[in-house]
């Protein structure tokens, strides 16, 4: 197995506490989080963060969807678009900046993970449901094998995360915690 840990969207506009999207309970393992990443770069594991870039013009269909992203939110450049500073990319990390769910779509990712000869990606990040979820799927369909982190993905909803959990598990990979994940790339 040769791996790269995907963090998906840990942006401050769902992380930070009172922001636009804030995840409620998010905030609750970014000690957990902070671990997973610091013993993946330990184990020279790739690192890649992906940012979700919001425009009206790029995503007219968002738009529809959540009327409240006219108040802002997910800008680039903005602070609410930065990654969390607790978990903030360090140098030889690699961040995707992507305009839809897919962290695959119209990006560099599959290109970087095969020029790193990866054959797994280990998801985490939020929405378990929406872009962690996108990107699963279309690892999957990229010949990728999935492991997705049971508790460092985050939604807003217990019940949701449990289904895609499911959804994941049944069709598109692997489920693990962030200690199962640890113990395997420790081997």
Aim: net charge neutral.
């Amino acid at each position: 197995m040769k791996a790269a840990l995907l963090i998906i969207d840990m942006q401050n506009d769902f992380v930070k506490e009172g922001a636009l999207f804030e995840v409620k309970g998010i905030r609750k393992n970014i000690e957990d989080f902070k671990n997973l990443i610091n013993k993946c770069r330990e184990k020279g594991l790739p690192l890649i963060y992906s940012r979700h870039c919001y425009t009206p013009e790029n995503n007219p269909i968002e738009a529809k969807l959540f009327p409240n992203l006219e108040k802002g939110g997910l800008r680039k450049d903005t602070e609410g678009w930065q990654i969390y500073s607790e978990l903030k990319p360090q140098e030889g990390d690699t961040v995707i900046d992507k305009t839809r769910y897919d962290t695959f779509f119209k990006t560099e990712l599959k290109s970087i993970l095969a020029s790193k000869n990866i054959d797994t990606v280990i998801i985490t990040g939020t929405l378990t449901n929406v872009c962690c979820e996108s990107t699963a799927r279309a690892a999957m369909q990229h010949d990728f094998n999935v492991i997705f982190c049971s508790d460092l993905n985050h939604c807003s909803r217990e019940e949701i995360k449990k289904h895609t959990l499911k959804t994941i598990e049944i069709y598109f990979g692997q489920v693990m915690s962030s200690k199962e994940i640890l113990e395997l790339i420790n081997r």
